[in-house]
C-alpha cells in the first residue's frame, strides 16, 4: 500500500470524529464549544499531513528521518537489536511537526522490532530505552548498517510501521509514524561524517545529517 495521500490514513478516523462533534456543536448553537472542536479538528488535519519532500541525491547522502529539532549527538556502544560502535543523531518531534518518517538511507529492511514500554517524554534521555519503541535496521548495498529508532514520547501512544523484514526500501521512503510528540533516532557507522549540531531544526526527506564514509 502507498502511503502518499495528503493527508496520513492514520488519521482519517480521528477527523472525522472531531469534524462530527464540531457539527453537533454549531447545530445546537453552542458556539465556544463549536470553535474548540473547529480549532482542534484543524489541528488534527496539520498534524496528520503528509507532504511531498525532495534531496538532492548525492552519494553515501543520509538524509533525517523525522521532522524536528536534533537534540543530541554522541558516539555510542550499542548491544541490543544491532552491536558495535554507532554515531546516534537523537531528533524531537513535537506536536506541530510532520510525523511522517521515512528512510533515511536506501538498502533493504533487514530487522524490524517493537518494544512495549513507558510513555516518558520523549525530550528525556532515558526515553530512548524505557520508552515504547520500534527498531527498523536498514542494510546497505554495501553491507553497513543503518538503525533507525521510533520511540513513542508523553503523548505519543502508538507507533505505526509500514513496511517490513525483507522490504526494500528507497532514501526518503515513508516507513511509518508516530502519534502526538515523540522521538526518532539514527545510528550511524563510527566513521560516518555528521554535519547538523544540536539545536538544528530538520525535515524528513529533505535535510541531510551526514554522509556515510
Not at 462533534?21 to 480549532?39: D, N, Y
Amino acid at each position: 500500500m502507498k502511503h502518499n495521500s495528503i493527508i496520513a490514513h492514520e488519521g482519517i478516523p480521528f477527523i472525522l470524529l472531531s469534524l462530527v462533534f464540531t457539527i453537533l456543536a454549531a447545530f445546537f448553537c453552542v458556539v465556544w464549544l463549536t470553535v474548540l472542536l473547529a480549532v482542534l479538528t484543524v489541528f488534527i488535519v496539520c498534524f496528520f499531513r503528509n507532504p511531498e519532500r525532495s534531496y538532492q541525491p548525492k552519494d553515501k547522502l543520509v538524509i533525517s528521518p523525522a521532522d524536528g529539532k536534533i537534540l543530541k549527538i554522541e558516539d555510542v556502544s550499542v548491544d541490543g537489536t544491532i552491536a558495535g560502535r554507532f554515531k546516534k543523531i537523537s531528533i524531537f518531534m513535537n506536536v506541530f511537526n510532520v510525523h511522517v518518517n521515512r528512510a533515511p538511507y536506501g538498502g533493504k529492511i533487514e530487522k524490524i522490532g517493537y518494544h512495549k514500554g513507558k510513555f516518558l517524554s520523549a525530550n528525556l534521555d532515558k526515553a530512548s530505552v524505557e520508552n515504547e519503541r520500534n527498531e527498523v535496521l536498514i542494510r546497505a548495498e554495501d553491507g553497513r548498517a543503518i538503525w533507525v529508532v521510533q520511540i513513542a514520547g508523553l503523548i505519543a501512544r502508538r507507533i505505526v510501521c509500514w513496511t517490513n523484514e525483507g522490504a526494500d526500501i528507497q532514501k526518503g521512503e515513508r516507513f511509518g509514524l508516530i502519534r502526538f510528540g515523540s522521538r526518532v533516532e539514527v545510528f550511524l557507522p563510527p566513521d560516518s561524517k555528521v554535519i547538523v549540531q544540536p539545536g538544528d531544526k530538520v525535515r524528513a526527506g529533505q535535510t541531510p545529517l551526514g554522509y556515510l564514509s
